[in-house]
Structures are given as structure tokens and as C-alpha cells.
């Protein structure tokens, strides 16, 4: 099953916030490719040297098996900002 | 009816704006926008409304019954009667003409003769623009993303409105919808300034640069339609008429949001200093914004999150630089964008130029995957290199410009005189300066103003929101007395009308 390994990996499906932040942080690094970025609720694409469409894509598939969780398309589009990421992958986590 | 039009501007807004706060609170609200909205574009051309009404009525029906409970099946074959029926309904007003003369060309060469009668019927302005915002509608309830309008007024006034029909900015029914559906409250003393303020800047750029850029790329093209061009003369056209497209568009724009702005609705930018790019995909998420993200959404991602997605399942990497390898590039990154790059061509219309430009872009899109020389030149340069990865990148633009609006006879040669610049023996200094002297005052006026919105990380028109009313009243004046000093009064139409 994709990503259930990691989840579990990481104690568990009751993961908090902060835990989402973490392993949203590390995505974003490791896919762009930027050791020091620091996000915050509302940094967006523009505020990210690299985070352009493909790039997106490749973020929230990375987020996808991390998380073991879909995304739809709209879903995907309708991202704004990290701040609405992280709040739809906290949707998606089982209770 | 032309947003620069004195009709337009002094008793059309006027009276429509003054009706709609009487009656903003009522059921009127929409009828008086949505009337007025057909008085727009039946002053064109009455007819112009059938297909508009066509559109509006089919969208609106199939919607109600995409928003009820039924198969997957059918579901899906509603969606495929809408895509179907506006994109060919959009596709016969666009391309038939087309499909016609070549067929004809064709038979003329096989020593035939023209057997098909040439369909003479103009294209109705805005048809492109207002097809893809009602598409948008059934493709969001297909995907069960938004509810249906609440009313038939309701949707009918979305299609229309006047301040998006004729050139956008493309507005997906989730984003305007929402807007018309409710009372919106009085706009504020500060927002009625911002929206006027769009208003006049837009008039600005429109009259005083856009139309004089225009000029000179008339000019410039004169010289490969008559002459023997001089050396660089590409290179100037390509200057040219960069500022041309873009204070054209960009004050269409601004004043279609002004407008809008004055019946309580906002609409997104379209532009936000594209020429301050640092590489094609920066580019690309500041130049005709609404539209580029509109068939990215429809078309791009599906098709890319497919592709990743896929790899990701079967265990192979779906990093950036994973994709860089052969079969993975072609899949996940230089396919799809140049599939979607081809469409978007394809939309502006039967043109060499338009398909050229956007496979341009595409190439360069997805090369910049392979050579990023904005990172690179960021990592070595710092913010020297910053600008001149602009510098590169302004150029590249300019370049592709000359396979939009060149015509198809005059590409290779005007392409052709851009590296002639390099033999100084012929080199025409009158010319060349004389040409380059005009590209350059008409320039600095956006490139100073696009540097200030530039540095606040947004677009110089943002900066109304926050000037005090002095300031406002002196840029004001100072947008009068250029318009009236060097605007041009010929009445040129905005170049996207067209579509």
C-alpha cells in the first residue's frame, strides 16, 4: 500500500500538526532541492525559488506516499499556499 | 464596443454602474448586468449572442444534471456533450474559414480550381474567452468541486458579464459565480479610487504607450515588407512590439478589473511584471496568468500528475532531477508541456505564428529543465545574476514575439538580421538609433512602474490600493496630459479582441 510504511515508520496514524510540518519541511527540501527553506502558513509558490507547476506536482506526489493519502485534481490546483496544504493533508489523515 | 471608446466610457459605465447601485440590493441587480452585458456585445453584432446564449443555456441545462445523482457513465458522457459542443462550436467560428482557403489552395494546385465557397462570417469577439469559462462550470461539477448556480440569471450574468466577455481575464465559475450570487456590500471611497485609477493608468498604457509601440513595430515591419531591412531591425521589432502586446493587454485588463471593480466584483490580475522573469516557467506564472493557469489546470496537471504518479507506483524516483533521464523527460515533462503549449496556439487561432510561439515556449520550458541558467547564474552572481538572467530571459521573450505577430515571410529574415548586428561594417546607426531611441523612452514609462510593483513582490497597479489620494490625483493627471500629449486617436482595438 503506498506510503503506509512511512506513516508507520513514524508511530502511527494519530500524527499532529507538527508532525505534518516536519515531513512537509523535509519534502520540500529534498524535491527542491533547498537544504535551508523555511515555510511558514503562507509562503506560497511565489515565494519559493523553484516551485513552479511540475515541481508542484512532484511535491504533493512526494506528500501523497508519505502521507499514504490522494489528492484530487482540484485539490492539487486549489492549494494556495503550505498553510492549506498542510490543513487538507491533516483532513485526509485518519482520526 | 471598445473599453476606449468615449460611449464606453462616459455614458455606457456610467449608466450601467449608476443603475446597478439603485437596484444592488434586488433581484435586478443581475438582470440590469446581464441586459447590459448583451447590449455590450450586440453592439458589435447582434448575432454575436446567439452563440453566447447557446453556450450559456446548454452549460447551465447540463449542469443542473450533472449536479444530481447518476452513473459514472453518464456523468462522464454529460461532460463530453459540453466539451464537445462549445469546442466545436468554438473550432467551427475559428477554423473553418481556414480549413476552407487551404483546401481550396490545394485544389488550386492540383489544377482543380477553388471548389468550396469561402465562409465570410467574422469570428465573434470574446468567443474563446467566454467558451472556456463555461466549460470550466460543467468540468468543476463533473469533478463535484462547486454546487450549481442558483439560478439561470445567475449563470447567464456569469458568462456575460460585460467587463470579461471581450478578453477575459479568464474567471473559472467557482471564482465569479460566488461574487454574482450575493448582495455585494457598497464599494469603499478607497476602492472606487483603486477602480478608477485602473481605469485611467489602463487608458494610459492603451493610448499613450501601447498604440505608439504599435507604430513603431509597423514601422520596423515596413522595412521587410518594402525595404531592405537594416542590421538588428529584428531585435527592435522585437522590443517593440513586447511593449506593444504588453501595455495593450495588460490595460485591457486593467481596465476590464476597474469595471468590475465598480459593481463590488473582483477579478484576478493577469499580469504581474512579466518582464521581470528569470526563466520560461517564471515567465509563464506572470504573463496572460488566467489563461495559462486555466488550460494548465484542465490539461497540464491531470495529464502530470498521471504520469508521476504512475512512475511512483511502480518504485521509480520522481525527483526533479529523476525526470531529467531520457524516457521520463519525454513522459512527465517536454510531452505534456508541449502538448499543452500546442493547445494553447491552437486557442489563439488558425495561425503559423500562434502555434510557433507557443512551441517556442514550450521548447524553452522544457530545455530550462535541462539548462536552468537562472539557478545558475543566482548561485554564481549572485543578484548581478539575477539581472541578467532577466536581461537573457527578456530577450528570449522578445524573440518569440517575432514568431507571434511576424508575418510568416518576415520571420526568418527579421530572426536573421538579430546576429547581422555583429558586422559593424553595415551596421545603420541612424536607423537603428533612431527606432531604438523611440523603444526606449516608450519604455521606460513600464519599466520603471513595473520595478515598483516588482520590488513589492506584486504589480505597479497594486500600489493604488495603498497611495495616498494626492499622489493618486497627480498620477491621474499626469495619465491626462499623457494621453492627451501622445495618445494616439486612430482608435487602434485591443490586440485581444481578436480572440
Known sequence: MRGTGDRNARGGTDMNKAEIWDIVTDVFRETLDLDNLVLTPATTARDVDGWDSLNHILLVVAVERKFGIKFSTGEIDGMENVGQFIDLIDSKMPA | ???????????????????YLVFRKTVLA????????????????????LPLLVTSLLDFTLGRMLSRDGSQGYRRALLIVSLTANLGLLAFFKYTPWVIDNFNLGLIAIGVGAAVPTLSVPFPFGMSFYTFQSMSYTIELYRREMQPAKSLLDYLTFVALWAKLSAGPIMRARDLLGQLERVRPLITADETRYALMLIVWGLFKKLALADNFGYIVDTIDGYFRYDA????????????????????????????????KLIGIDMPTNFRTPYFAVSPSDYWQRWHITLTRFVFSYVYTPIVVRAVRKRAARGLPVSPKALLRPVPFVTCVAGPTLFTMSLLGLWHGAAFGFIAFYLYHGVLLSLHRLVPFDRYLMSRFGSVGKWLAIVIMFHLVCVGFILFRGRIEAMVPMLWSIPTLLDFAHFDARHFFGLGWGIAVLGAIPALTDYLGYRKNGEFTDLFKTLNPYACAALACACYFGLTIFGKRDGAQFIYFQF
Open chain 2, 1 to 19: 464596443m471598445s473599453f476606449i471608446s468615449l460611449e464606453y466610457l462616459f455614458v455606457y459605465l456610467p449608466v450601467v454602474v449608476g443603475l
Open chain 2, 30 to 49: 443581475n438582470v440590469i448586468l446581464v441586459l447590459a452585458s448583451y447590449v455590450f456585445y450586440a453592439a458589435a453584432a447582434a448575432w454575436y449572442l
Open chain 2, 229 to 260: 531591412p537594416f542590421a538588428g531591425a529584428g531585435l527592435l521589432f522585437g522590443y517593440a512590439f513586447a511593449g506593444q502586446m504588453y501595455c495593450d493587454f495588460s490595460a485591457y485588463t486593467d481596465i476590464a478589473r476597474g469595471s468590475a
